[in-house]
């Protein structure tokens, strides 16, 4: 097990500056999304029909967290790589990922429109799963956590298209 005092020296070695960079990025994306997705998140999104295996809306808010410290780590690996071995292609994968992830969102609370947003998610699952198996030769861990995501872009393909048919 590892103790409080290890992990502590952990963060503490962490470079800072691509940390700095990891979240600025992650955080630039999240404010832009929000901007993006207008009042349609909370308005619009609480009047629609949700299928029996929808989150409660507080739900929704943890799983956007969760996604944005797993976007920050994953670009703080990717920054972090030694000279020489840094891939900038992955580094564009995951910006590509993150504006796409935005357009999906204006498509189901910009538009309110559940079937934009359930036809639009289908490519995305597609990309977010080539991206994964890219950044998997690059860097395993931030694979895994694509791998994770792309679980939950399955789920969240089934709860789409629910919504479409309820909506």
């Known amino acids: 097990m590892t103790s409080p005092g290890n992990?502590?020296?952990?963060?503490?070695?962490l470079n800072k500056k691509h940390l700095m960079q990891a979240v600025l990025f992650a955080s630039f994306?999240?404010?832009?999304?929000?901007?993006?997705?207008?009042?349609?998140?909370?308005?619009?999104?609480?009047?629609?029909?949700?299928?029996g295996y929808s989150l409660p809306i507080w739900g929704w808010g943890i799983v956007g967290g969760l996604y944005y410290v797993a976007m920050t780590v994953i670009l703080y690996r990717l920054f972090d790589q030694k000279i020489g071995t840094k891939d900038n292609k992955a580094i564009w994968l995951i910006a590509l990922l993150m504006i796409y992830n935005g357009l999906w969102n204006y498509l189901l609370f910009g538009?309110?429109?559940?079937?934009?947003?359930?036809?639009?998610?289908?490519?995305?699952?597609?990309?977010?799963?080539?991206?994964?198996?890219?950044?998997?030769?690059?860097?395993?861990?931030?694979?895994?956590?694509?791998?994770?995501?792309?679980f939950w872009l399955l789920y969240d393909?089934?709860?789409?298209?629910?919504?479409?048919?309820?909506?």
């Open 7 to 13: 992990i502590l020296a952990r963060v503490m070695s």
């Open 29 to 51: 994306f999240a404010i832009a999304e929000s901007i993006i997705a207008g009042d349609g998140v909370g308005d619009w999104f609480g009047t629609i029909s949700q299928p």
């Open 111 to 150: 538009l309110d429109s559940t079937l934009l947003a359930f036809v639009g998610l289908i490519p995305f699952v597609i990309y977010v799963f080539f991206v994964m198996t890219y950044i998997y030769y690059k860097d395993r861990v931030s694979g895994w956590i694509l791998l994770i995501y792309v």
């Open 157 to 167: 393909l089934y709860w789409t298209y629910g919504l479409w048919r309820l909506n």
